[in-house]
């Protein structure tokens, strides 16, 4: 289960216990130098409720140019923006409409496009598809002929967060069952799942660009593991809450966001994919969801 607002259930995060005596279990390099800011390259687009309601924001990786990309009536929230494989158009969920849907529009804002019900969108990487959350199922759609299917098991109850692997032939998920949540990859046309990882409430996986990592979170902390589930490590180690974590465009830094609890508020930080000290890049109401292009 991911763990997303809005419309989507929150999971209580557990306190971090023996922060240093992890670290050196897992290896963490510590004395990691936070990223300069100054140095990162592209745009990150993020959902903020800084102007009141859930908005869809942009900002240059490096800090600058901060900018609100989608408006709209008080009972409309935006959430879960999602760059196109060319960098052209966002997707992202919105309640605009009356009811929780997917939606389009022009990387710099503009005019909206709705796609189909649903939430949890992300592009397949020829953009020719996406596959998203329908009534707890993953769901991949054909974006030209606007035919649907279900790729999760029926009888999974609970699935979320789908992410392309970058040859767009796997689909990793996250599933929740009575014992906890677990991630998953399943053939992008639907087949026999195969578990990755089923401890700590691990969710919300997304792939590194060369496809050889999953990075996800689990109750506190961002992590990596080979799609093959080994080679298990944090990636955060820091007090609070760590959730949402995306990877640049290099490959060689994490996006993700922070907060003192399960509850927020919420703020973006990036961090060397390798671990280490990270570097706040936003501040001033929450910010969630990010996305780096």
């Known amino acids: 289960m991911t763990r997303r607002i809005v419309w989507r259930e929150m999971v209580c995060a557990l306190g971090i216990v023996g922060v240093c005596f992890v670290c050196a279990v897992t ?37 600058e140019n ?18 196109s494989p060319d960098g052209t158009k966002i997707l992202y969920s919105s309640t605009r409409g009356g009811s929780t849907g997917i939606w389009t529009m022009p990387a710099e804002g503009g005019e909206a496009t709705r796609v189909c019900d649903g939430d949890q969108a992300a592009w397949a990487p020829d953009g020719n598809a996406i596959a998203f959350r329908r009534e707890n199922k993953i769901w991949v759609r054909d974006l030209a002929a606007g035919t649907e299917r279900v790729v999760s098991p029926a009888d999974w109850p609970t699935c979320s ?30 087949g026999e799942p195969v578990k990755v990882y089923d401890k700590k409430g691990a969710c919300e996986p997304c792939y590194t660009p060369d496809g050889k990592q999953l990075i996800y979170e689990t109750e506190t902390n961002i992590c990596s593991v080979m799609p093959d589930g080994t080679k298990n490590r944090m990636v955060t180690f820091q007090a ?5 974590a995306r990877v640049s465009p290099n490959g060689k830094h994490i996006v993700y966001c922070q907060g003192i609890s399960e509850r927020g508020p919420w703020e973006l930080y990036v961090v060397s994919i390798a671990g280490g000290y990270p570097v706040r890049l936003t501040e001033g109401g929450s910010d969630m969801n990010p996305d780096w292009k």
């Open 27 to 63: 290896g963490l390099a510590q004395n990691t130098a936070p990223p300069v800011l100054e140095d990162l390259e592209g745009r990150i687009v993020f959902a903020s409720d800084r102007s009141g309601q859930w908005r869809i924001w942009e900002i240059d990786a490096n800090g």
């Open 66 to 83: 901060l900018q609100q990309l989608t408006q709209g009536d008080e009972e409309v929230h935006d959430v879960d923006p999602s760059f």
């Open 161 to 190: 967060g789908p992410a392309w692997s970058p040859d767009g032939k796997t689909i990793a998920f996250a599933a929740r069952w009575d014992a906890g949540n677990g991630i998953y990859t399943i053939p992008r046309d639907g």
């Open 240 to 244: 609070g809450v760590q959730r949402y």
